[in-house]
């Protein structure tokens, strides 16, 4: 049985660890919750609270809703209260949460891999177009989200997607998230292995579990066969990525503890390989790690990164093989080098079964229910029942024979759904921003689609592979620490010492084995109106004056 605060005394496996007695990890004996969400969570299951949304607040409507589902246990399935319209950035930090809550919801469809039919794509879009006024963004981690959702559409919702096998069960929350996986496995010609076994048995094991539904905070996986490196495991609490050991063939090494936020950490490595049939009792391992030895005091600690961060890779794979596991593991190699710079496979390119894969590009992950109805009739039209969405907020359509790809392709650019774009619209990701999140100071989407067609205009011809990723707050849901441009939303006084919209900006960021965080360029802000002009300020000096092979 598991550990909860329920029964402690099922804790598995109890471990005194003295020097961080004050961080309330269960481990230590540390039940008496020692902060508000904590006591939520040791109050009822942020599983429950599904009933109460079907038997209740459905039918009640919004004011029936109690304050620790509205503000927490909702999470557990997908829903947060989005902003309220109208509502500067310069009252985000100074109003009371029920100040910027609006009576809808963004409601979050977990696409675990990326994987989806197009049956399953065809019911997202409907679902847009009936109950989300049409909303329906492909976010950074492969989901998707709506916006404008009703308490009273919930239920439906649900019925409709989980007809078709989609669900929203701790899309949000402090539980396992969605999980990321290789957007070509099975299909690639130069995978290294299909991890499509090991993913459909971890989730499995944890969605829906109430042995992993009260984790510290949240519980972020990635897993992926393909030597491009493409579900970004760098900064993942708990990484599997493809390997072939000397001895022992393809399988996986282990990676914990990364991480962005406010304190970003890269993941380290256990330096243990794994096969395939290993890899759902390892991830297990991980995150009963987590839950038992997690930090729960702060919630500004509460992540795996800061316990990997003290602990170090060695003692966390001793705790993991003597406490978890009972067995060791096997030593093995370090992934090698990406073999591109871009990992999106946006474009053309053929399978290992002689077909061929068309990966495109939605600007800043937008699109909407009518748009992906029509990505799942252009598949069915060539041929395919199967659609990818990527950590880069792009799409891609499997399974086109060859004589169908140009007519695809052709297609898809009708719909503004290139497959060969610019490098800026490849390139570029925003967060959701101040359209529709409680946290954010500024616009990012629109602000990132004028971007792409600035530089496009400005700079026709830069074709290398750059990043420039844009967050509406401090936090780091488009991940700007590892970017070539991170822009961080935040309010400034411009020229004539009015307050506007702009970014501190990060530079130089990458994932893969060059992997760092860009530097914070001291005092470094930019209005949004100039950023066009700083980008290009920027990339022009680079193609003047740049090094044989610098980045
Ligand atoms: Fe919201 Fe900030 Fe995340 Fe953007 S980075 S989605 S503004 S919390």
Redesign the pocket.
Known sequence: MAATPQNPSAATPRRKVSRHRGEGQWAAGHFTPLNGNEQFKKDDDGLNVRTRIETIYSKRGFDSIDPNDLRGRMRWWGLYTQRRPGIDGGKTAVLEPEELDDEYFMLRVRVDGGQLTTEQLRVIGEVSQEFARGTADITDRQNVQYHWIRIEDVPAIWQRLEAVGLSTVTACGDTPRVMIGSPVAGIAEDEIIDATPALEEMKRRVLNNPAYSNLPRKFKTAISGSPVLDVVHEINDVAFVGVRHPEHGPGFDVWVGGGLSTNPKLGVRLGAWVSMDEVPDVYEGVISIFRDHGYRRLRTRARLKFLVADWGPEKFRQILEDDYLGRKLTDGPAPDEPVSRWRDHVGVHRQKDGRFYVGFAPRVGRVDGTVLTKIADLAQEHGSSRVRTTVEQKMIILDVEEGRVDSLVESLAALDLTATPSTFRRGTMA???IEF?K??IVE?KARGSALIDELERRLPDFDEPLTINL???P????RIQVADFGLK?QLMTDDRGEQVEGYQVHLGGALGLEAGFGRKVRGLKVTSDALPDYIERVLRRYQAEREEGER
């Open positions: 967060c959701t921003g999140c946290l954010a990012t967050n509406g707050c936090n780091a849901c488009a939303g």
